[in-house]
C-alpha cells in the first residue's frame, strides 16, 4: 500500500512538475527577452545572447534606445514625461488612473446591485434579474462601435473618462458572483438587525460589508484587473491615428511596439518585454497575494450557482 | 420505534429483494468484508457518467424545444400583455380621472399637481421639476429627433455657407440614430414616471380622502352583503340588479339609498367589474343529461367552487340555469373579499400617513417625561439597568456624554434609538439649563423635573390637537350625520326654505362641516324629489342612510383614518430604508442603460438599414438588406463568397470552439486541482502560483507572446527547423480548413484558462466535508471510488452552473483569436468567405473585421451580433431555468 502511494506521488511530483515548466516557460521567455539588446529577429532562441538594461532605461526616457547607445526620438509614451513646464501622462499612468477609477466606482456598484438582488425584495426583481442575463449576452464590440458614438456626441471620445464610463458603466450586471455570496450570510442577521431599528442602510453598511471582507476584496481586484489589460476597447477609443498618443493605455502602446515597421515585425521587441514586465509586475503581485480572497470570494459565491 | 415505522417498508423490501440493507448491516460482522474490484466500480463509474450525462443531454433537448415553444408562446402573450395592459392602465386611469376632483385631475396634465394641492411639497416639485424638463427637451430637441429617426435621409443636407451659396453637407446619421433613440429611452422613462406620479397623486388623495374612500369600500361591502334585498327592491321588470348597466346602478345607488358619489360610484364600479361576470351566459343548447349529471357531481363541491374560482368557466358551463344559486355563492365571496379590501386599503395607507407613528412617538415621549425621575436616574446611571450592567453611578455635575446617556435611556425604557435620541437631546438641554443657574444637586433635580413636567404637558397638547384634527372629528361628523338624517321631522320646514337655511341649521345646529351639510341637503332633496314627498317613505329612506353613517361611524373607531400624508423629511428617509432597493439600483440601471441598453438597440436599428461601404455613416436609410444578405444561406452557398455561407461556416467553428474551449478547461483545470490537493503533495502553494501565474499576467501579454513564441521566426520553429529540419506554420497554416491553427487556438486557450478552473476547484476541494470521506473509507471505497462517487459529484454540482457562463463567453471570446491569428488570419477572403472573414476567425471577430476594416458592413455586422446575442441569450435562458438554486432562490438563504 505503502510502496503504491510512493509511486503515485512521484508520478504526480513529476507530470506536476512538467507542466508547471510548460506554464511559465513562455513567461520566463518574456521575461529573458526583456533584457535582449536585438530586435525580434533575433530572438530565435530562447534564452538572449547579450544582456543589457536598455530597453528598461528607454521606457523610463520614452525612447529607442540601441546597444550602441544611440538615442532614437522620443516615440513611446510610457511613463509620461514633462515638455515646456506641462507634464504629459503616459499610458502606464493613464491606465492606473482608468483602472483606479473604475475599481472604485464598478465595486461600489456591483456589490450595490448584488446587495439589493441579495437581500431587498422589490417589485420587477426577478424580472431586472432576466433582463440582465440576456443583456450580458450581447457582444461587447456591437455596443463598443455605438457607445463611441455616444462619447463623440456628449464630448468626452478619446480622453480616459470615456473608457471609465465604457468600462464601469455596466458592472452592475455583474452581481453573480457577489450576489451567491450575499446570500450565504444568514438573514437572520438582518431581521435581528432590523429589530433593533437599524435602517436597510445601516444593515448594508455596518453589518453586511464587515462581513463580506472576501468577496469586496475580489471585487475590487477583478475590477482592477480587467481595465488594466484590456485592449478591444481601449484601441477602438482612444487608439485611432489620430489622437495624441498622451491618452494611451499600455496595452495600446505594447501592441503598437510589435506594429510592422520599416518592413519588418518587432522593432521595439526589447522594449516590449520590458514593458510588459513591468505592466505584468503590479498586477501579478496583487493578484498572487489576494489569491485567497479571489478563491474564497469564487467558491463562496459559486456554491449557490 | 423505528422498526415500527419502517415495517411496511422493509415488507416491501424484503418481497423484491431477499438480502434487505438491514441483514447487510447485520452480516458485516460475520463475513469478511471485500471492497468491489476496481474494474467494476470504474465500469460502473464510467456507464453511471455516461447514464447520466445521455439523461441530461435528452432532458436538455426537451427543454431547447420546450423552450422554443415558450418563446412563441411569450412572444404572442407579450404582444396581447401590451395591448390588455394599456386597456387596464386607460381603464384605471379613467377611474381615477372620475374619482379625483378637478384640482387633482390638473395632475393629469401638470405632474405633481395634485401632490402640491396635498401639501406634498417634495413629490409635487420633484414631479413638476422632471415635467418641465421633459416638455421643454421633447418641445426643443426630442421632437425632432424621433421625427429625424423615422425619415433617416439619403439626401445629403445642404447648408447655406456664410460668404454665400450653398454647400451639400452630408447629415450625421449615426447621430440621428442614437439621439433619436435616447429619446426614445427618455420618453418610455417619462411615461413610466407618469404613469408614478398619476399613482402617487392618487394615493395622496386617498389618504387625504380616506374617510370617504373607505365609507365608499365598506358600503360596497354592505350592500354586496345585503344583495338579495337589493335586488328585491329594484323595479320589478328588472330581476337582478347584475342585470343594469353601470351607470343605472351608479343612479339607483345615489339617488335612491341616498350613497354618496364616491359609494355610489364604488360600488357600481364592483358590479360592473365583478357581478356583472358572474351573470351566466345562456348556453342553452348544451344536452340538459349532461349538464345534470354534472351537476349531481358537483353539488358538494359547488360552494368550495363558487367561493375559490369566482365563477369560472366551467361553473358558467355547468350551471347556465342557476344563476341565482351562482351569484348568491359569489356573492358571499365577493362581499368576503371587498372586506379584505377594506383591510388591506387601511394598511396600505398605514404605511404613507404620519398619523400612528406620530401618536406613536408622541406617546413613547410622554411616557418616557412621565417617568421623569427615572429619566433623570438613567441620565446619571443610576437606574437599575444600568445598575445591573455594573455601570458606575455619575456624581452629580458630570460631564454626560451624550452617546452613553443615550444608550442608558434606550436601556431603561426599552425604547427605539431614534426616539432615545429625541428624548436625550431634550432632558440634557434642560439639564443643561438647570445646571447653569449654579446651585445645588436637590435644587437642580427639582427644576429638571418640573421642566420634564412642562415638556410632558406640551407633547400631551400636542397629541390632543392632532388626534381632535385628524381622530375624533370625523367620527363627530359621522354621528352629527346620522342624526342628521334621523331628524327628518325638525329639518323638514329648514328644507322648504332653500338650502342656505337648510345647511346653515345643520352647521350650527349639528356642528357638521359645510361639505356635510351640503351633502345632506343634497340628500334629502333627492329623498324628497324621489319619494314625491310622501313623508314615511322619506323617513324610511333617510333612516337607511343612516344606518350607514352609524356603521361608518364604527367602522372609523376600529379603524382610525389620518388624512395626513408623510412629510417631506421621512419621505427623504425611506430612501434608506423600504426603498433602499431605489437608491442602490439607479446609479447601475443608468449605466446598464447607458452602456447596455441604448447600445443594444441602436445596433438592431442598424441591422435594419442599409449603412455599408456604399452608405456611409452619413448616408444609410431603412432598409432590410443586412437580413436578407445573411440568411440567404441556402440561396448563394454554391461556390461564390456570400454573407450566408460565410456565416454558417464561422457559426459552425464558433460552436466547436466554444464546445472545446469550454471543456478542455473544465476537465483538464478540475484534474490539476485534483493532481495539486493529493493529500501527500508538498509544495502545493508553489505549484499553484506557478500556475496561476499565466492568468495573473494581463491576456494581451500573455497571447502576444504565445503568439510570437510560436510564430514562423520565434524560438519554437527556429529550434524545430535546427533541430528536426522542418518548422510548422502554428498560427498560419491554412490547409484543412486551418485545423492546426484552430486546435492551437484550442491549447494555447487552455493555457490561460485551465488555472482558473483549477482556482476555483480547489476551493471547492477544501470545503467538502472530511468526513465524507472517512465514512466512505470505512465503507471500503477506494481513493478512486472516493474520487466518483464523492468529489466529482460534488465539485460538478457547484460548477456545473457556470459552465453556461463560461461556454457564451466563450462564444464571445475575442481575444485569444485576435491576440494570437490576428485580424489576418489562413484563408481570409478565399473562395466560400467573404473578403472580411478568415477561417479561424470567430464570429465575433468577424464582426470586428467587418465594423473596423475598409468595407464598414455595419448592417451586417449588426445582424450578426443579433443572431450570436439570440442563440446566447436562448441558451442560457434555458439552462437559468433549469437550475435548481434558481427555483428555490428563497429556500437556499
Redesign the interface.
Known amino acids: 500500500m505503502k510502496a503504491r502511494r510512493i509511486i503515485g506521488d512521484i508520478v504526480v511530483y513529476i507530470i506536476l512538475t512538467i507542466l508547471a515548466v510548460i506554464w511559465v516557460l513562455p513567461i520566463v521567455w518574456l521575461v529573458l527577452q526583456s533584457f535582449s539588446a536585438r530586435g525580434y529577429g533575433g530572438a530565435s532562441s530562447f534564452i538572449p545572447t547579450e544582456f543589457w538594461f536598455g530597453n528598461y532605461a528607454g521606457l523610463a526616457t520614452n525612447a529607442v534606445v540601441s546597444i550602441n547607445g544611440s538615442t532614437a526620438s522620443s516615440m513611446y509614451n510610457f511613463f509620461g514625461y514633462v515638455e515646456n513646464g506641462t507634464l504629459y501622462l503616459g499610458a502606464f499612468v493613464n491606465t492606473l488612473l482608468i483602472a483606479l477609477f473604475c475599481m472604485v466606482i464598478a465595486t461600489i456598484m456591483t456589490l450595490a446591485t448584488a446587495y439589493a438582488f441579495s437581500r431587498l425584495r422589490f417589485k420587477a426583481r426577478t424580472g431586472f434579474m432576466r433582463v440582465i442575463l440576456i443583456l450580458g449576452m450581447f457582444p461587447g464590440f456591437l455596443s463598443l462601435i455605438i457607445m463611441y458614438w455616444f462619447m463623440d456626441t456628449i464630448g468626452i471620445r478619446q480622453t480616459i473618462w470615456s473608457l471609465i464610463i465604457i468600462y464601469s458603466g455596466g458592472a452592475g450586471m455583474g452581481y453573480y458572483i457577489s450576489k451567491g455570496f450575499f446570500d450565504t450570510i444568514s438573514k437572520q442577521i438582518d431581521e435581528a438587525a432590523m429589530i433593533d431599528g437599524a435602517t436597510r442602510f445601516q444593515i448594508f453598511y455596518k453589518i453586511i460589508m464587515p462581513l463580506s471582507k472576501p468577496i469586496v476584496v475580489y471585487t475590487a481586484l477583478t475590477a482592477f484587473m480587467s481595465p488594466w489589460g484590456e485592449y478591444i476597447t481601449a484601441s477602438y477609443v482612444l487608439g485611432s491615428a489620430n489622437v495624441e498618443k498622451t491618452n494611451w493605455t499600455v496595452a495600446i502602446l505594447l501592441n503598437n511596439m510589435l506594429a510592422v515597421e520599416d518592413g519588418r515585425r518587432g522593432k521595439y521587441w526589447g522594449q516590449f518585454c520590458a514593458g510588459a514586465v513591468i505592466v505584468a509586475i503590479p498586477v501579478a503581485i496583487v493578484f498572487l497575494c489576494m489569491q485567497r480572497y479571489y478563491v474564497s470570494g469564487v467558491t463562496g459565491g459559486a456554491v449557490k450557482g | 420505534m423505528v422498526e415500527n415505522e419502517n415495517q411496511g417498508l422493509e415488507e416491501a423490501e424484503e418481497q423484491s429483494a431477499p438480502s434487505s440493507s438491514y441483514e447487510a448491516l447485520a452480516g458485516i460482522g460475520n463475513e469478511e468484508f471485500k471492497p468491489e474490484p476496481w474494474y467494476l466500480s470504474l465500469g460502473r463509474g464510467i456507464l453511471n457518467v455516461v447514464l447520466k450525462c445521455l439523461i441530461w443531454v435528452l432532458s436538455f433537448l426537451i427543454d431547447v424545444v420546450l423552450g422554443l415553444c415558450k418563446i412563441v408562446a411569450f412572444v404572442f402573450k407579450a404582444i396581447a400583455g401590451i395591448f390588455v395592459g394599456a386597456y387596464y392602465l386607460v381603464r384605471k386611469f379613467v377611474r381615477i380621472w372620475r374619482d379625483v376632483d378637478w384640482s387633482y385631475r390638473l395632475g393629469f396634465i401638470v405632474q405633481g399637481a395634485g401632490n402640491l394641492r396635498a401639501k406634498q411639497w417634495l413629490d409635487g416639485f420633484v414631479f413638476l421639476g422632471v415635467e418641465i424638463i421633459f416638455v421643454l427637451y421633447m418641445a426643443l430637441f426630442g421632437g425632432g429627433f424621433i421625427a429625424d429617426l423615422i425619415n433617416l435621409s439619403e439626401e445629403p443636407e445642404i447648408i447655406v455657407r456664410p460668404g454665400g451659396g450653398t454647400m451639400a453637407m452630408p447629415g450625421n446619421n ?2 440621428v440614430l ?2 433619436g433613440v435616447l429619446t426614445i429611452i427618455i420618453c418610455v422613462a417619462y411615461a413610466l414616471l407618469f404613469i408614478t406620479g398619476i399613482r402617487a397623486m392618487y394615493d395622496t388623495h386617498q389618504i387625504v380622502h380616506q374617510s370617504e374612500y373607505s365609507k365608499a369600500r365598506a358600503d360596497a361591502a354592505y350592500v354586496i352583503d345585503h344583495y338579495n334585498e337589493f335586488s328585491k327592491e329594484v323595479d320589478g321588470h328588472r330581476k337582478y340588479l347584475a342585470d343594469m348597466g353601470r351607470k343605472e346602478v351608479f343612479d339607483l345607488m345615489q339617488l335612491k339609498y341616498g350613497y354618496s358619489r364616491r359609494s355610489a360610484a364604488y360600488i357600481s364600479y364592483v358590479y360592473w367589474k365583478k357581478v356583472k361576470k358572474t351573470e351566466p351566459n345562456a348556453l342553452e343548447n348544451l344536452s340538459f343529461n349532461l349538464r345534470k349529471r354534472f351537476y349531481e357531481f358537483y353539488k358538494d363541491k359547488a360552494v368550495w367552487m363558487r367561493a375559490r374560482t369566482w365563477c369560472s368557466p366551467l361553473e358558467r358551463f355547468l350551471f347556465p340555469k342557476e344563476p341565482k344559486l351562482v351569484i348568491k355563492g359569489g356573492i358571499a365571496y365577493l362581499a368576503e373579499k371587498q372586506k379584505q379590501e377594506n383591510t388591506v386599503f387601511h394598511h396600505k395607507f398605514d404605511k404613507y400617513n404620519d398619523y400612528h407613528s406620530f401618536l406613536r412617538d408622541e406617546k413613547t415621549i410622554i411616557r418616557v417625561f412621565d417617568q421623569g425621575e427615572k429619566l433623570y436616574d438613567a441620565l446619571f446611571a443610576r437606574d437599575p439597568v444600568s445598575q445591573s450592567n455594573g455601570i458606575k453611578p455619575l456624581p452629580f455635575g458630570s460631564k454626560l456624554r451624550y452617546g452613553m446617556t443615550v444608550t442608558r435611556v434606550v436601556g431603561a425604557f426599552e425604547i ?3 426616539m432615545a435620541k429625541k428624548v436625550t437631546k431634550v432632558a440634557l438641554r434642560s439639564l443643561s439649563a438647570a445646571l447653569k443657574t449654579g446651585s445645588a444637586e436637590e435644587e437642580a433635580r427639582e427644576a429638571v423635573l418640573a421642566d420634564f413636567e412642562k415638556i410632558r404637558g406640551v407633547h400631551e397638547a400636542r397629541v390632543e390637537d392632532f388626534v381632535e384634527k385628524y381622530g375624533e372629528t370625523p367620527i363627530r361628523q359621522s354621528e352629527a350625520m346620522a342624526k342628521a338624517y334621523r331628524s327628518y321631522l325638525e329639518l323638514r320646514r329648514f328644507y322648504d326654505e332653500g338650502d342656505r337655511v337648510f345647511t346653515s341649521a345643520l352647521v350650527n345646529a349639528y356642528g357638521l362641516s359645510p361639505e356635510n351639510a351640503k351633502r345632506v341637503y343634497r340628500d334629502y332633496k333627492f329623498t324628497i324629489a324621489g319619494t314625491k314627498d310622501d313623508e314615511m317613505e322619506s323617513i324610511k329612506f333617510l333612516e337607511t342612510r343612516a344606518g350607514f353613517y352609524d356603521s361608518y361611524t364604527e367602522s372609523i373607531k376600529k379603524t382610525p383614518h389620518h388624512g395626513k400624508p408623510t412629510g417631506s423629511l421621512k419621505r427623504v ?1 425611506e430612501f ?3 426603498k ?6 439607479t ?3 443608468l ?2 442603460i ?7 438597440i ?2 438592431i436599428i442598424v441591422g435594419f438599414t442599409n449603412w455599408d461601404a456604399d452608405h456611409t455613416a452619413n448616408l444609410f436609410t431603412w432598409d432590410l438588406s443586412g437580413f436578407s444578405q445573411v440568411f440567404n444561406v441556402f440561396g448563394s452557398t454554391s461556390g461564390a463568397s456570400s454573407y450566408g455561407g460565410t456565416f454558417v461556416r464561422l457559426l459552425g467553428w464558433t460552436i466547436v470552439w466554444a464546445i472545446f474551449a469550454t471543456f478542455t478547461n473544465y476537465i483538464a483545470g478540475i484534474l ?1 486541482a485534483l ?2 490537493n ?1 493529500k ?2 508538498k509544495g502545493k502553494a508553489i ?16 497571447l ?3 503568439n ?2 510560436l510564430s514562423s ?3 519554437v520553429n ?2 524545430l527547423m535546427t533541430t528536426f529540419g522542418f518548422n510548422v506554420k502554428f498560427f498560419t497554416d491554412t490547409a484543412n480548413m486551418a485545423l492546426i491553427p484552430k486546435v492551437m487556438c484550442i491549447i494555447v486557450n487552455m ?1 490561460i484558462g485551465v ?1 482558473y478552473t483549477m ?2 476547484v ?3 476541494l477544501m ?1 467538502i466535508p472530511e468526513d465524507l470521506y472517512e465514512s466512505a473509507k470505512i465503507d471500503g471505497a477506494g481513493a478512486f471510488r472516493q474520487l466518483v462517487s464523492i468529489t466529482m459529484p460534488y465539485v460538478v454540482f ?5 459552465l453556461i ?1 463560461t461556454f ?1 463567453g466563450n462564444i ?1 471570446n ?2 485569444v483569436i ?2 494570437l491569428v490576428g485580424t489576418r488570419g489562413p484563408n481570409k477572403g478565399m473562395a466560400p468567405l467573404v473578403s472580411t472573414a478568415a477561417d479561424t476567425d470567430l ?2 471577430n468577424w ?2 473585421n467587418l ?2 476594416g475598409v468595407e464598414k458592413n ?1 448592417n451586417i ?2 445582424v450578426i ?1 443579433l443572431a ?2 439570440a442563440v ?2 436562448f441558451l ?2 434555458v439552462v ?1 431555468n433549469r ?4 427555483k428555490n ?1 428563497e429556500a ?2
Do not use: H
Not at chain 2, 433602499?580 to 439600483?585: D, K, L, P
Not at chain 2, 505549484?687 to 500573455?702: D, W
Open positions: 449615426q447621430l442614437l439621439l427605539p434609538l431614534d428617509k434608506a430604508d423600504e433602499f432597493a431605489i437608491s442602490v439600483m446609479i447601475p440601471t449605466g446598464a447607458i452602456v447596455t441598453i441604448l447600445p443594444l441602436c445596433s490539476l493532481l495539486i493529493r501527500t503533495i505549484y499553484r502560483t506557478m500556475f496561476v501565474l499565466s492568468i495573473a499576467i494581463p491576456q494581451f501579454i500573455t502576444l507572446a504565445m510570437l513564441l521566426e520565434g524560438p527556429s529550434f493555457w488555472p482556482l476555483s480547489s476551493g471547492i470545503n457547484v460548477t456545473g452552473p457556470s457562463t457564451v464571445n475575442f481575444n485576435y491576440f464570429l465575433v464582426l470586428y465594423c473596423t455595419y455586422a449588426s451580433g450570436i446575442f446566447c441569450a442560457s435562458l437559468y437550475m435548481g438554486s434558481v432562490e437556499f438563504q
